[in-house]
Nanobody, 118 residues
Framework: QLSLVESGGGLVQPGGSLRLSCAASGFALGSAIMSWHRQAPGKERELVASIGIGGGSIDYGDAVKGRFTISRDNFKSTVFLQMNSLKPEDTAVYYC???????????WGQGTDVTVSA
């Protein structure tokens, strides 16, 4: 059964760091374009970062450029999001997404909460 499980969220002070992980199972991670998205209360879901199948084609949302870094380990079937210099406006539920272009299939994790507050 295909699944994406996010972890690493929590409460952090402004200026702090967190590292999110997305563990994939049930499919070959190397066949998917992976991305992180977030949704803050009362706001629409937005793209945080994406990474191509081979690890290239990396893209970031304007709000996180220079602070967040996306990476993937296809052998460990895991995608990471390193978040530095966190701000209160980064508070949101963070979701992992896998898009498999060869089968036109789209999958989402359940999300992990990130709260940035003093």
């Amino acid at each position: 059964q295909l699944s994406l499980v996010e972890s690493g969220g929590g409460l952090v002070q402004p200026g702090g760091s967190l590292r999110l992980s997305c563990a994939a199972s049930g499919f070959a991670l190397g066949s998917a374009i992976m991305s992180w998205h977030r949704q803050a209360p009362g706001k629409e879901r937005e793209l945080v970062a994406s990474i191509g199948i081979g690890g290239g084609s990396i893209d970031y949302g304007d709000a996180v450029k220079g602070r967040f870094t996306i990476s993937r380990d296809n052998f460990k079937s895991t995608v990471f999001l390193q978040m530095n210099s966190l701000k209160p406006e980064d508070t949101a539920v963070y979701y992992c997404r896998a898009f498999r272009p060869f089968v036109n299939a789209d999958h989402w994790g359940q999300g992990t909460d990130v709260t940035v507050s003093a």
